[in-house]
Nanobody, 117 residues
Framework: QVQLVESGGGLVQPGESLRLSCGAS????????MGWYRQAPGKERKLVAE??????????NYGDSVKGRFTISRDNAKNTISLQMNSLKPEDTAVYYC????????WGQGTQVTVSS
């Protein structure tokens, strides 16, 4: 049974930082591409960041709106990924979903991030 459990969401002010984490179980973690998507109310779910598996060199890819502000990383020994979010903006407000992809894609339940003064 695959489980992806996100943590670290919350309410922050514009310009502040937040770190999200996702723990995975039930998969061969190191070969999976892992990532974060987000969905704001009334909008479609979009890619935030992804990091490929060990066989693909753990390369990273970011959505245009977060490049230079967000950093994704993975720890294959702990089966976790993290998303460091800096210089947060109100438009970053959304539910953030952890995802694991290898042949098929799995999703976590999501964690709310709210950026507001």
């Amino acid at each position: 049974q695959v489980q992806l459990v996100e943590s670290g969401g919350g309410l922050v002010q514009p310009g502040e930082s937040l770190r999200l984490s996702c723990g995975a179980s039930g998969i061969s973690f190191s070969v999976f591409s892992m990532g974060w998507y987000r969905q704001a109310p009334g909008k479609e779910r979009k890619l935030v960041a992804e990091i490929t598996g060990i066989r693909s060199g753990s390369s990273t890819n970011y959505g245009d709106s977060v490049k230079g502000r967000f950093t994704i990383s993975r720890d294959n020994a702990k089966n976790t990924i993290s998303l460091q979010m800096n210089s947060l903006k109100p438009e970053d407000t959304a539910v953030y979903y952890c995802t694991a992809n290898f042949i098929r894609r799995y999703w976590g339940q999501g964690t709310q991030v709210t950026v507001s003064s």
